[in-house]
């Protein structure tokens, strides 16, 4: 079974202030992704990643950075974190040839 | 604008009664897939359905690739049916898009 781990589950940053959210998966996965969740608009992507190295910017890039430093580790970045950043950020990875992708438990970031 | 729409937003059920949940998408899919969301959870894939009927226990996925429309039905639904679904598709790149998903609650 995939298994996507990240880290911290819960978060309380205030506004300005640097988050650096975790991620790591143990399957060997190219692809890795940073979501957000939002009512009302359901998951939205931010960033994601082909392989070590590599980072994309997805739908709603603004405010974030990404970090791909190793096959197994995939980050978000909130330089300057902002009230509007309150969110449940979800990582997930995955192979195209799988079909389908593996979510982690999700962290729930506010920011006051 | 939104690219995955579903319907309907919120749905309550007596246990064992059926679900019909839908979902229809505005751009080319090469890929449709529904999540199952757990109260305040993680997802987890359910299915992958691009094109016709497909069926894993009490899930039956049927997709009208033409016209850009996903059925999930739920037959004899359990408490623990209770959660979110979701639709998500696949543009190009398998990056998916979600649509924002239907509430499902079913009561004992």
């Known amino acids: 079974e995939a298994a996507v781990t990240q880290s911290p589950r819960n978060k309380v940053a205030v506004t300005g202030g640097k988050v650096t959210l975790s991620c790591n998966q143990t399957n060997n996965h190219n692809n890795m992704y940073w979501y957000r969740q939002d009512t009302g608009h359901g998951l939205r992507l931010i960033h994601y990643s082909y392989g070590a190295g590599s980072t994309e910017k997805g739908d709603i890039p603004d405010g974030y950075k990404a970090s791909r430093p190793s096959q197994e580790n995939f980050s978000l970045i909130l330089e300057l974190a902002t009230p509007s950043q309150t969110s449940v950020y979800f990582c997930?990875?995955?192979?195209?040839?799988?079909?389908?992708?593996?979510f982690g438990a999700g962290t729930r970031l506010s920011v006051l | 604008g939104q690219q995955v729409q579903q319907s309907p937003a919120s749905l309550v059920l007596q246990e064992g009664e059926n679900a019909e949940l839908q979902c229809n998408f505005s751009?080319?899919?090469?890929?449709l897939q529904w999540f199952y969301q757990s109260p305040g959870g993680s997802l987890v894939s359910l299915l992958s359905?691009?094109?016709g009927t497909k069926h894993t226990g009490r899930l039956t996925s049927t997709t009208v690739t033409k016209e850009r429309r996903s059925s999930l039905h739920i037959s004899s639904s359990q408490t623990t049916d209770s959660g979110t679904y979701l639709c998500?598709?696949?543009?190009?790149?398998?990056?998916?898009?979600f649509g924002t998903g239907t509430s499902l609650l079913v009561d004992p």
């Open positions: 751009s080319t899919a090469t890929q």
């Open positions: 997930a990875s995955g192979d195209a040839g799988q079909n389908t992708l593996y």
């Open positions: 359905n691009p094109s």
């Open positions: 998500a598709i696949d543009r190009w790149g398998y990056k998916l898009t």
